[in-house]
Nanobody, 121 residues
């Protein structure tokens, strides 16, 4: 089994910063793409940022304010969020595209349980 566990969410004032972490554990062979997504009530989950082999991709809303990074040795992905705005309020989910020891030829998407980020004064 594989688990992704997010941490670092919380309440922050507009203009503040938060750092989210997501650690993958279990019978992992390799991890390809990792990313962060967010969702608000009544809306579809949307891409925030992804990272693979050092190449990053950001949603327009995240460019210049958020930075995604990764520690491959620890199977962990981070999202540094600066200059936070009320519209960044959402549940943030981590995703990992993982080959497990049981199925090393298959890349399977695994998701974390989500962490709430609330930006409010």
């Amino acid at each position: 089994q594989v688990q992704l566990v997010e941490s670092g969410g919380g309440l922050v004032q507009p203009g503040g910063s938060l750092r989210l972490s997501c650690a993958a554990s279990g019978r992992i062979f390799t991890i390809a793409d990792m990313g962060w997504y967010r969702q608000t009530p009544g809306k579809q989950r949307e891409l925030v940022a992804t990272i693979n082999d050092g190449s990053t991709n950001y949603a327009d809303s995240a460019k210049g304010r958020f930075t995604i990074s990764r520690d491959n040795a620890a199977n962990t992905v981070y999202l540094q969020m600066n200059s936070l705005k009320p519209e960044d309020t959402a549940v943030y989910y981590c995703r990992g595209q993982i080959r497990t020891l049981a199925t090393p030829l298959l890349k399977i998407d695994y998701w974390g349980q989500g962490t709430q980020v609330t930006v409010s004064s």
